[in-house]
């Protein structure tokens, strides 16, 4: 094949940095690109965040590169072990004391109390205040460090037994003496083995009566049936009415199948929005969200000495904060952008809720703002937007659809919600099926299969109709 030359002309995306930098800022979250933005302040002597900002609102898109970058208008703010047996006790009551104060007056000693105090601590500041021989004390403790995060005791006292040093001789009956003690600790229930000797141990506690009686006996016998609505097999076995049973069923349900979770450590994480909608002057209005929006500027210092100095070696971080300033700029005025043309189409939501809201693709506002879908992507995933009907990560507004009979689309959010309405509104003692939801459905000119309204009930977690069937 004989060589030769040829001109072939092709276009291509070249990805500067500052691109890169701008699409890796759009799909972070509000507290991802906080984690971002210390690396960067940490890195480039530069850039800081101007502590001295004063607290008033700016448009988007004013400031320079050189300047501190400021927050959008925002036309209201938002309100915005048998070692050291010996000395534990006083040690645990001390710790669980300093816990809370009761003199004062604006303090909740239960929200105190399960937030600093463990179970564990719990249950033995109790043991520490009862008159129990040594070897008992002990073996409570044993119970106390065996039991799971809901206060059960997971172990067998066989398994228990056989895991305690042989020279002790510690016998099964010793245990479940032991065991007895813990029982009538608090958090009543705690100890249990079983979520059947859970519910039990509470109803003991409570005064005898008629309702008490029967609420044990179905415990003990017919807890399976209980938990399947199986009312006919309820009152042929107890033999009691409508009236009496239901007043039963009340009384188990009241009682808490965990008791031990109250003290357990709770993983509380909180959304900052990055939009907020208000209604104003009978119109929505979208703004970013100030609390929301970093404020960086270039150290004045540093800038001043490399107007005097050119070929600084501060230059390329010059460079790099002005763009890391100009695309945090960027970033919330496209999240703006998109944020307005959600609200544009979902109007109708933010006024009756769920029930009426649209159906809505990403490409749909990809080609009202000229963007690409993907972008429309990266800015809906992980931002959030406060409304007057709560906080909504943006891509909750979009969604699959639904048609309809008269050739229309209707969402799947939408459809959730009614089917949420009409179960709400059901007879206890006829629930829907699913079947007649789609039938009622379809009486409204929707079409939804029976899988389909399963599907969209179990999202919500509704149980299935059996289980929702009361007496």
């Not at 399947?228 to 097999?233: A, L, P, W």
């Not at 944020?339 to 109708?348: G, L």
């Amino acid at each position: 094949m004989k060589p030769s030359l040829q001109l072939k002309l092709t276009q291509h995306l070249a990805l500067t940095p500052q691109l890169a930098l701008s699409i890796k800022l759009l799909q972070l979250s509000t507290l991802d690109l906080e984690h971002e933005l210390e690396k960067y302040l940490r890195e480039n002597p530069l850039l800081e965040r101007d502590e001295m900002y004063a607290q008033t609102d700016v448009a988007p898109g004013g400031g320079s590169g050189d300047e501190a970058t400021s927050p959008p208008t925002v036309d209201e703010r938002t309100e915005q072990s048998f070692s050291d047996e010996e000395n534990w006790p006083v040690d645990e009551a001390a710790h669980f004391s300093s816990s809370g104060s009761f003199d004062d007056e604006d303090s909740d000693y239960q929200d105190v109390q399960a937030a600093t105090v463990s179970l564990r601590e719990h249950l033995l500041w109790q043991l520490g205040l009862m008159t129990l021989p040594d070897r008992d004390r002990v073996l409570v403790r044993c119970l106390v460090d065996a039991l799971d995060d809901d206060g059960y005791l997971t172990q067998s006292l066989d398994e228990l037994v056989d895991t305690m040093p042989a020279e002790l001789g510690i016998e099964l009956e010793e245990l479940q003496i032991a065991l007895n003690h813990l029982q009538h600790f608090d958090p009543t229930g705690v100890g249990a083995r079983s979520a059947q000797e859970c519910l039990l141990l509470q109803l003991e506690a409570l005064p005898v009566d008629r309702t008490r009686t029967l609420a044990a006996d179905i415990v003990r016998h017919c807890l399976d049936q209980l938990a399947s609505h199986d009312f006919v097999k309820l009152k042929k076995h107890t033999g009691c009415d409508d009236d009496a049973l239901r007043a039963a069923h009340l009384l188990i349900c009241s009682l808490n199948p965990r008791p031990g979770a109250q003290f357990a450590s709770s993983d509380t994480r909180y959304v900052t929005p990055d939009v907020v909608v208000r209604k104003l002057r009978g119109q929505w209005s979208v703004s970013v969200n100030s609390d929301a929006f970093p404020r960086l500027r270039i150290n004045s210092l540093y800038a001043q000495i490399l107007s005097r100095q050119r070929g600084s070696g501060l230059a390329v971080h010059l460079q790099e904060a002005r763009w890391l300033i100009r695309n945090v700029q960027q970033r919330f005025d496209t999240i703006l952008r998109v944020a307005q043309a959600i609200v544009e189409r979902q109007r109708q939501f933010l006024d009756h809720g769920e029930v009426a809201m649209r159906p809505l693709v990403l490409r749909e506002i990809a080609d009202l703002l000229g963007l690409h879908e993907s972008t429309i992507s990266r800015v809906t995933t992980q931002k959030y937007m406060a409304t007057p009907r709560g906080i909504f990560e943006l891509k909750y507004f979009f969604g699959s659809h639904v048609g309809t009979e008269a050739g229309g689309a209707y969402s799947a959010t939408a459809i959730r919600a009614l089917i949420k309405q009409l179960i709400g509104a059901e007879e206890p003692k006829k629930p829907l099926s699913d079947s007649q939801i789609s039938e009622v459905l379809g009486q409204q000119g929707i079409v939804v299969a029976r899988r389909t309204i399963a599907k969209y009930r179990e999202a919500l977690s509704i149980p299935p109709v059996n289980l929702r069937k009361s007496i």
